[in-house]
């Protein structure tokens, strides 16, 4: 059994997309509608940079989401119909694009969603006032105590923002509470406390303001029925009814990403194989440290297309 995961923030760097572009003509018309539903080169941005711009929030998520999916289109151009995922899943962002592959979300809604949702995350905290950091080599219950503590000791907001794999666990809020729960953290036997090149600390409660603006915005898209199903950020399950997902993805924003457990729940939902479908190869390095059982592949370039398309026809028998 086979599922398709996408990538979230941090993912980008310049050129990606360019490749595929080039090559297949289904990936270059997701290029051409994304850079007409937002008004911009989005497309120039992502094959030619700069990369300033590139990092930017706003431009970031949906250059990301662009080029994962102009990736999947020139995979299913490949493939065919028949080979389809049993489930789908992304981290953060990621999930966006997992429901543009379910069929549950229209790639021009999710391009334009996600532009409004890189800048009201950016602009729910002033600048300077919030960080995040990893903590890495500490299991789950240690750093959640770090949080707890060093919010109650700062009278500021601390909490997880995303279980990534076994004993590498993001943080964000306040910058005070931030840096007191890793030394917190790091006394209590994790390995290390590593600040994150972030603009703005995202999935946490301070995040608020920008799931008010978001949920406004998600009122007037519709929705439809996924499938195949989609592996939720918040829940770590399969989610099937189209009536829910304005009120999962608000609640992304401000919670948590269960990367963890919604590998996790696609093993135990009999998933063998994934396929990471994007640029970078981040989540196929934490597929692989939280279950080393499961296949894995990662389709980020064009030439990486013939390898990713037979990945995908032994998964399903095709």
Not at 91 to 102: C, K, N, P
Not at 256 to 280: D, H, K, N, S, W
Request: aromatic share 4%.
């Amino acid at each position: 059994m086979l599922a398709w995961l996408f990538p979230g923030q941090g993912s980008q760097a310049v050129g990606m997309g360019c490749d595929v572009s080039a090559a297949v003509p289904a990936a270059r018309e997701v290029f051409e509608r994304a850079d007409e539903a937002l008004g911009m080169p989005l497309s120039r941005l992502c094959f030619e940079g700069p990369e300033s711009e590139l990092r930017r929030t706003e431009i970031q998520q949906p250059a990301i989401l662009t080029t994962s999916v102009a990736l999947l289109r020139a995979l299913e151009a490949e493939l065919g119909a028949k080979c389809r995922p049993a489930f789908v899943g992304g981290h953060s962002l990621g999930e966006y694009t997992a429901l543009v592959a379910s069929g549950a979300l229209g790639f021009e809604d999710a391009v334009q969603l996600v532009a409004l949702r890189g800048r009201f995350m950016q602009e729910a905290v002033p600048e300077g006032r919030g960080a995040m950091a990893a903590v890495l080599g500490a299991p789950a219950q240690v750093v959640e105590e770090a949080c707890r503590e060093a919010s109650a000791r700062s009278g500021g907001v601390v909490t997880p923002a995303g279980y990534n794999a076994p004993e590498q666990i993001s943080i964000a809020g306040h910058r005070e509470a931030v840096t007191r729960a890793c030394e917190l953290a790091l006394e209590a036997g994790a390995r290390r406390a590593v600040p994150l090149e972030v603009s703005a600390p995202f999935h946490c409660p301070l995040m608020a303001p920008a799931a008010e603006k978001l949920d406004a915005e998600l009122a007037a898209v519709s929705f439809a029925e996924p499938d195949p199903p989609v592996v939720t950020n918040v829940e770590a399950a399969p989610n099937r009814r189209g009536d829910r997902i304005r009120e999962l993805l608000r609640r992304q924003v401000t919670e948590p990403v269960r990367f963890v457990a919604m590998v996790r729940a696609l093993r135990e939902l009999g998933v063998t194989r994934v396929i990471e479908v994007g640029p970078g190869r981040v989540l196929s390095g934490l597929v692989g440290r939280i279950d080393r059982e499961l296949a894995r592949a990662n389709l980020s370039s064009a030439s990486a297309l013939p390898a990713a398309a037979e990945f995908v026809r032994e998964a399903t028998g095709s």
